[in-house]
């Protein structure tokens, strides 16, 4: 299978951003999903998974009321909506299929597939 992260770049503190994720090479529809990011010096932190029907997100703390994880089972596609981004939020994010801990880890450790990631930076 493949992912494949776009939509990262430069967002203002108070702004907005929509990072997309496209699955390929897996039935996607079946696959719990997450949004993991990697702020530099840091592990992989998971920040927001959907279950397979989209039906139940749900987030880490530090981004619980201002992100939102959504896919779209047709598209293959999997969305997490940045609103009002921190500076702390600044990280390369990656997609990824079966989350399996909110702990930090190596994203060496993640399930595969990995994605190449896309770059989020939040600064004024």
């Known amino acids: 299978g493949q992912l494949v992260e776009s939509g990262g770049g430069l967002a203002q503190p108070g702004g907005s951003l929509r990072l997309s994720c496209t699955a390929s090479g897996f039935t996607f529809s079946e696959y719990y999903m997450g949004w993991y990011r990697q702020a530099p010096g840091n592990q992989c932190q998971l920040v927001a998974t959907i279950t397979s029907d989209g039906g139940r997100p749900n987030y880490a703390d530090s981004v619980k009321g201002r992100f939102t994880i959504s896919r779209d089972n047709a598209k293959n596609t999997v969305h997490l909506q940045m609103n009002s981004p921190k500076p702390e939020d600044t990280a390369v994010y990656y997609c990824?299929?079966?989350?399996?801990?909110?702990?930090?880890?190596?994203?060496?450790?993640?399930?595969?597939?990995w994605g190449p990631g896309t770059q989020v930076t939040v600064s004024s």
């Open positions: 990824g299929a079966d989350p399996a801990t909110w702990a930090p880890r190596p994203c060496e450790q993640r399930p595969r597939p």
